[in-house]
């Protein structure tokens, strides 16, 4: 295997061309570039990484000012695809995310001019999109994007078109600024694979982007890609041969139950009021494999799931009125229903 990139304040190198056996280097060497330009940020990179391959779409929930975008364009550089950026408004419609049929006018064979309606695509038309602020739209605008996510595919009158593939949406959400906007619905929020928490940089990493040169920042710019669309997609079905032993999908299950005040679980009776569904199992299932093909291992095991279990599980599970006034957070919750 070549070098890694060498950290130059100049350039940025290209690295080498990677097969289908080398998806941990791929991973590995994704970390090494973003780490120029993402500080402090090598574990969400690393959770990001784990949704895309396992054919997921992430939901970012940070303050402004945090690094969401640039972390998304630099991750799309990094990976060789096609990156678009929705900012949602209140006045946002459907067709301008998917797109919208346009009268054109073109020379026909007797030389007169005709017209024709031509369908003209919208930003959502790319390999990996960032919604940002995703509560701020109506709901007729969001649906549209969810049916999106869920279908891989647009209807736009009689005809339907592919989305890009692979295609990835990350939408954020502010957590404080809620005047004017409009959450999103247990069951459209449980089509995102993940919900992944940004917090605050540690003092040692802000002070490293305290001293950073914008004028470095924005050569992202430059980054050579590392992998194409048609090895990503391999990589993405080789997901599905990781193996996953018995007793970990027991613990599995057991774990997702736990969260149901149904189940019978003590902690899960007193404290919650919905649990996660069949859906939260498949994704927990899918996401561990993909962190294990990541990792370069054959078999997910019990901390492979640990890892990624908040993260599926954060934005399926609702707390009633008891946990709030004792302060009992989710990811509280969750850790009494993990059994692994």
């Not at 993909?290 to 054959?298: H, I, Q, R, V």
């Amino acid at each position: 295997m070549s070098k890694s990139i060498v950290k130059k304040k100049s350039s940025i190198k290209a690295v080498k061309t990677f097969t289908s056996k080398d998806v941990h280097e791929f991973r590995q060497e994704t970390q090494k570039i973003s780490a120029d330009f993402l500080i402090g940020y090598d574990d969400i990179v690393d959770d990001i990484l784990t949704a895309f391959i396992a054919r997921g779409h992430v939901l970012l929930i940070g303050l402004p000012g945090l690094a969401k975008t640039l972390m998304v364009k630099v991750l799309s550089k990094i990976w060789g695809l096609d990156f678009s950026r929705i900012q949602f408004t209140p006045d946002l419609l459907p067709s301008d995310i998917t797109g919208t049929e346009i009268l054109q006018e073109k020379p026909s064979k007797n030389g007169k001019m005709e017209r024709e309606l031509v369908f003209r695509k919208g930003p959502l038309f790319a390999n990996l999109v960032l919604a940002d602020e995703i509560n701020r739209t109506p709901p007729k605008t969001q649906s549209a994007l969810l049916q999106s996510m869920e279908e891989g595919q647009i209807t736009i009158g009689n005809e339907t078109f592919e989305l890009p593939n692979p295609f990835m949406v990350m939408a954020t959400q502010n957590p404080i600024e809620l005047e004017g906007t409009y959450p999103l619905p247990e069951a459209q929020l449980d089509r995102f694979l993940m919900s992944i928490n940004f917090r605050y940089p540690t003092a040692s990493s802000e002070a490293k982007i305290a001293m950073l040169n914008p004028k470095e920042q924005k050569k992202s710019s430059s980054i050579k890609p590392i992998a194409s669309t048609q090895l990503v997609n391999k990589w993405r079905d080789q997901v599905y041969d990781i193996l996953v032993p018995n007793s970990v999908l027991d613990g599995i299950v057991e774990s997702i139950r736990n969260t149901r005040p149904s189940a019978g679980f003590e902690f899960a009776q007193r404290f919650g009021e919905y649990g996660a569904g069949p859906r939260a199992t498949q994704f927990l299932v899918r996401a561990s494999q993909a962190k294990a093909l990541l990792l370069g291992e054959t078999t997910i095991t019990e901390d492979i799931v640990k890892s990624v279990f908040h993260h599926v599980l954060r934005h399926r599970v609702l707390l009633n009125y008891v946990a709030l006034a004792e302060k009992i957070t989710v990811d509280e919750y969750l850790d009494k229903c993990l059994v692994l």
